[in-house]
């Protein structure tokens, strides 16, 4: 079998259910995922599913395939991705796969993997797929290893619970409104929540793979407008947004106010470097200048890396940093936790923060902040969101930037503001974000990249069409 090229991505493995994502296809995977985890010296496997209708068959197929190669299975039913990840600390295995598709339409699901406590990405994403296509996972079903499977439907998720409880500790009760968008998330939240003494207003906590409301994704304003509507109807002092497989968070104030990720990320740098001064603090390259002000002002340092929660957490396990967290809504604890992206654990901990405040909107509000756009999308054909960020790299005339960092696409730091670009490692789009101190210094530093990317658009023959 030659499974599409296209479904294995940077971070995960996904495609569309029945089209390039089959049964036969996750089933191979799995034996080819037990290879590795073989070579790795472990016989263990945690799986768990979020609420797509697709997950139960699609962990059945997973399942058939890592027990053909001798790899047991610890089936944890259906969870937020992040109790996958608990459960590979708590069994000790290191090792584990959500069967999720994230905040995808209903139509996809997909695998985010770790073996021996690494999460997969890149290369050894493309390893499965070559073990696959060379036909050395079949070769290795053939042999009829015979193991099994432990069922922890509710034990893992109860224990990943009660985890929280015992570590988080609020100041006073708070009222909050949890939207979960009608993924995995809304089965857990809210009495997760109730535990540590909230007054929870449920919005779309029912688990539906058919996400009837609303998209669920955080990320985007439109899919917080039901959330900021329900704070501003209630006595709400906050509101929390979950994404489909519960690894990524929103938040919004009594105003209607979204408190983006990075600025979030500050809330809590201040929080963990009061025990752990002279921490650093990882950073995606998407996020606010004013999140490395403000770590150094807080006795910490700073770290920008590239994006992408694979990448963020190889760093945060190489510099043993106690907090991380990316643009996109996943954030790191690694600090009382275990570092992992954790939008439940995060939900708690950021209560836990602001049960200290009077006005917790206040503070949220107060954070550092300035004009900046969210993240934008320039879409290309497949490879030419690489080549242009290559040229643009090389290229690129920015006559009033003090500093280039390419550590991921290209960021020009300016006296008052940056501009990034780089290709998103699973969509063929190139990713913008731009911010400044004042409107018109984000003007100017706009023009200057869609002068830079029309022209090197031009000698490419790309067309583009500029999204700001």
């Known amino acids: 079998m030659q499974p599409a090229a296209s479904i294995f991505k940077a971070y995960d493995i996904r495609g569309v259910v029945d089209e390039t994502l089959t049964d036969e296809v996750v089933t191979l995977i799995g034996a080819a995922l037990g290879l590795l985890i073989q070579r790795a010296g472990k016989s263990e496997c945690v799986v768990g599913r979020d609420g797509r209708l697709s997950g139960p068959?699609?962990?059945?197929?997973?399942?058939?395939?890592?027990?053909?190669?001798?790899?047991?299975?610890?089936?944890?039913?259906?969870?937020?991705?992040?109790?996958?990840?608990?459960?590979?600390?708590?069994?000790g295995c290191g090792t584990g796969?959500?069967?999720?598709?994230?905040?995808?339409?209903?139509?996809?699901?997909?695998?985010?993997?770790?073996?021996?406590?690494?999460?997969?990405?890149?290369?050894?994403?493309?390893?499965?797929?070559?073990?696959i296509v060379s036909g050395a996972a079949h070769a290795a079903m053939k042999k009829a290893h015979r193991v099994g499977v432990r069922r922890l439907d509710t034990e893992m998720a109860n224990q990943f619970t009660q985890a929280i409880i015992e570590d988080i500790h609020l100041q006073?009760?708070?009222s909050v409104v949890i939207d979960a968008g009608n993924g995995v998330?809304?089965?857990?939240?809210?009495?997760?929540?109730?535990?540590?003494?909230?007054?929870?207003?449920?919005?779309?906590?029912?688990?539906d793979g058919h996400f009837p409301n609303h998209h669920p994704d955080p990320a985007h304003p439109e899919n917080l407008q039901d959330l900021i509507a329900a704070v501003q109807a209630g006595d709400a002092e906050i509101g929390l947004a979950f994404d489909g497989d519960g690894d990524r968070l929103g938040v919004v104030t009594r105003s209607g106010a979204i408190i983006w990720p990075d600025r979030q990320l500050m809330l809590y740098a201040a929080d963990v470097l009061k025990n752990r001064p002279g921490a650093e603090i990882i950073f995606d390259v998407k996020c606010s200048r004013h999140v490395a002000r403000w770590v150094r002002h807080h006795g910490g340092i700073p770290v920008m890396w590239k994006t992408g929660h694979s990448l963020i957490k190889a760093k945060l396990k190489e510099t043993g940093a106690p907090l991380a967290g990316e643009m996109s809504g996943h954030i790191f604890f690694?600090?009382?936790?275990?570092?992992?992206?954790?939008?439940?654990y995060t939900a708690a901990r950021l209560l836990e923060i602001v049960s200290r405040f009077e006005n917790p909107s206040a503070e949220l509000e107060g954070l550092p902040n300035c004009p900046s756009t969210p993240e934008l999308q320039l879409a290309t054909r497949e490879g030419e969101n690489v080549r242009l960020v290559e040229r643009?790299?090389?290229?690129?005339?920015?006559?009033?930037?003090?500093?280039?960092?390419?550590?991921?696409?290209?960021?020009?730091?300016?006296?008052?503001?940056?501009?990034?670009?780089?290709?998103?490692?699973?969509?063929?789009?190139?990713?913008?974000?731009?911010?400044?101190?004042?409107?018109?210094?984000l003007q100017r530093i706009q023009a200057e990249f869609r002068s830079n990317l029309q022209r090197i658009g031009l000698s490419l023959n790309i067309p583009l069409e500029l999204p700001f």
Request: aromatic fraction near 8%.
């Open 57 to 91: 068959r699609l962990v059945d197929a997973l399942a058939t395939g890592l027990l053909s190669v001798g790899i047991d299975v610890i089936d944890i039913g259906q969870v937020p991705t992040p109790v996958v990840y608990y459960g590979t600390v708590k069994t």
């Open 97 to 131: 796969v959500a069967v999720t598709g994230s905040h995808n339409p209903p139509q996809y699901n997909g695998l985010k993997m770790m073996v021996a406590g690494a999460t997969l990405w890149g290369e050894a994403i493309q390893e499965i797929r070559s073990l």
């Open 172 to 174: 006073r009760p708070m």
């Open 185 to 207: 998330a809304g089965g857990m939240a809210p009495e997760l929540l109730r535990a540590l003494g909230c007054r929870v207003t449920a919005l779309y906590c029912e688990v």
């Open 334 to 344: 690694n600090d009382r936790w275990f570092g992992f992206d954790d939008a439940l």
């Open 392 to 441: 643009l790299r090389a290229e690129g005339d920015f006559p009033s930037a003090i500093e280039r960092i390419t550590i991921d696409g290209i960021r020009v730091e300016y006296a008052d503001g940056f501009g990034l670009a780089r290709p998103s490692n699973t969509t063929p789009v190139v990713v913008l974000r731009f911010e400044a101190d004042s409107d018109e210094a």
